[in-house]
């Protein structure tokens, strides 16, 4: 009956002009997010905003004539749900090519890509999504896997974090890459026993292999956004935080809003190749307010996984330090421009050293403003020394619950138990009182509303594992997961007056699931199905 009711409601939201008339939600557990009332039988929308927020009987003498009344038949509802950290083109792009990302084994991808080769016969091989630390092998692949794979032909496998690929030998002799290249700045290729590259190319490394893929072009990247926002739509979300962006991508994003083809919210932080427009004229909207640009994205380090995240103490499980990916002298300039305009600097940084560089970078940078409300990515490994400098200069967290939950497997063994306590902090920077805005930063993860719940909640993995030393009491509460993906992202991009929980006069965002996420068991949470998400008050999906 549900799926009924909400599938008729879609039809005749598409009949009708997309921001006219009252929609009453009711029916279902409703989940404000305002602590002074946290529940309601009912929300009525006018519009694109939120008219009342309470009782049944009050929201129905409110409504106007023709109202169209959404019973939920007993699912839930809440504000918006926001991946406040996400590659918006990289999502769509994995659902359109060889999509890695449930690979088992070294044995299950040299299967997987030459199953792919078979079916592709010409042409360059790219894929992503491959992450080696479930792999029975304990080893990244190397060239010799896909030469076996796809013999002759060019192969460039991207991990799932986006912070290291695996290529061919036939990609590295069109590249040239030999075992006299020398590791670029910020990079490092790694080499077998014979001394010779053995396909691995960690970080800024990743670069020298680039050109031997063609881009996608223009109709890809449209195919690819226009998935991405219904694959998003589709899981609850409401809106994201689009990282890394390009020019050329984010122009035809404003174009597919602007044709109504994407219907979702997007904050965007630019590349800094693809940052003059808002380096020069600071934050801006498009005509239809969906695509925002709020500042620009930096890269301080690497990944913990790939050893490239920046630490103070050596590895435990290997030599190095990690990676420093951008020059001091360059990320102070960009972030000189970014405050003169009042952009947001978002700045990468994962290991204890990143994230201690990144607050030195912003304290210069900011002077005394705590009120810029720059941006943190990750903030996974913080010392303790540096806990405190998040509150005091007014930096958010914009953390991945799920990269807890699936580092748990190799972060022990990286960090070792003396530090393993910096990791994922998301309660001790509460307690802080640090905004902690969650995100997936899919595709390096799913991109699931569901998961990033669960994983703030219970800080378990999927299949329900968790070491005894995997500080599970930095798991948080369920009304404060709620804001962590919901008002914290408002924050993160200055709209929680407008978005974030569901009142009054504020934006029309809402998620429903056919399970109340704030009350069932842990493990339930992830069988739970989006059944409605509304943008502007305008049904974007319905089950």
Do not use: C
């Not at 080696?132 to 013999?151: G, I, S, V």
């Not at 020069?280 to 005509?287: C, L, N, R, V």
């Not at 799920?402 to 920077?429: C, M, N, T, V």
């Amino acid at each position: 009956m549900r799926r009924i009711l909400l599938a008729a409601l879609l039809a005749a939201t598409a009949t009708t002009t997309a921001r006219a008339g009252d929609l009453l939600i009711h029916g279902g557990p409703i989940h404000t997010g305002v602590e002074a009332a946290p529940t309601a039988q009912a929300v009525l929308i006018r519009d694109d905003r939120i008219l009342f927020v309470g009782d049944l009987k009050t929201a129905r003498a409110k409504a106007a004539k023709g109202v169209r009344d959404l019973d939920l038949k007993g699912a839930a509802a809440y504000p918006g749900f926001v991946d406040a950290h996400a590659h918006l083109t990289g999502i769509g792009l994995r659902e359109l090519t060889l999509n890695l990302d449930k690979t088992a084994s070294v044995a299950d991808l040299v299967a997987t890509v030459k199953a792919y080769a078979a079916a592709h016969p010409d042409g360059p091989i790219y894929g992503r999504g491959w992450i080696e630390t479930h792999w029975p092998e304990k080893r990244f692949p190397n060239r010799a896997d896909l030469d076996a794979a796809a013999p002759g032909r060019i192969v460039v496998l991207g991990r799932s974090d986006g912070h290291a690929s695996v290529a061919s030998s036939a990609a590295l002799a069109k590249a040239g890459v030999t075992a006299a290249t020398p590791d670029p700045e910020g990079g490092k290729i790694l080499k077998g026993a014979d001394g010779q590259p053995d396909g691995m190319l960690i970080d800024h490394a990743q670069g020298l292999v680039q050109a031997v893929i063609p881009p996608p072009g223009e109709a890809t990247i449209r195919k690819a956004l226009d998935a991405a926002g219904a694959l998003y739509a589709s899981r609850g979300w409401t809106g994201l935080d689009n990282m890394s962006v390009t020019a050329p991508d984010l122009a035809l994003l404003r174009d597919e809003a602007a044709k109504g083809r994407f219907q979702l919210r997007v904050d965007n932080y630019m590349d800094p190749s693809g940052a003059a427009e808002v380096l020069a004229k600071g934050p801006q909207a498009d005509a239809t307010g969906l695509i925002r640009t709020r500042g620009i994205k930096l890269y301080m380090d690497g990944a913990l996984g790939s050893r490239g995240a920046a630490l103070l103490e050596p590895y435990s499980d290997a030599e190095g330090l990690g990676l420093q990916l951008t020059p001091r002298d360059t990320g102070e300039a960009l972030m000189k421009r970014a405050k003169a305009v009042g952009a947001q600097v978002a700045m990468h940084a994962i290991g204890d050293r990143g994230n201690r560089m990144a607050l030195d970078w912003f304290e210069t940078a900011l002077a005394g403003d705590a009120k810029a409300r720059w941006r943190i990515e990750h903030a996974q490994i913080v010392a303790d020394a540096d806990m405190p400098r998040f509150a005091k200069l007014g930096v958010i967290a914009s953390m991945q619950p799920s990269h807890a939950i699936g580092d748990l497997y190799f972060a022990p063994a990286r960090l070792g138990q003396a530090r393993l306590h910096e990791g994922y902090r998301w309660k001790d920077f509460l307690d802080a009182g640090v905004v902690v805005a969650a995100g997936s930063d899919a595709p390096v993860e799913v991109g699931d509303p569901r998961i990033e719940f669960y994983a703030a909640v219970y800080r378990h993995g999927l299949d329900g594992f968790a070491n005894a030393d995997w500080h599970l009491e930095e798991a948080v509460s369920r009304a404060q997961a709620l804001r962590m993906l919901t008002l914290a992202p408002a924050y993160a991009v200055f709209r929680e007056h407008e978005l974030g929980t569901l009142e009054a006069g504020k934006k029309a965002d809402v998620t429903a699931f056919d399970r109340d996420l704030m009350t069932v068991e842990p493990k339930d949470i992830l069988t739970a199905k989006a059944v409605l998400t509304v943008v502007d008050g305008k049904v974007v999906f319905s089950r």
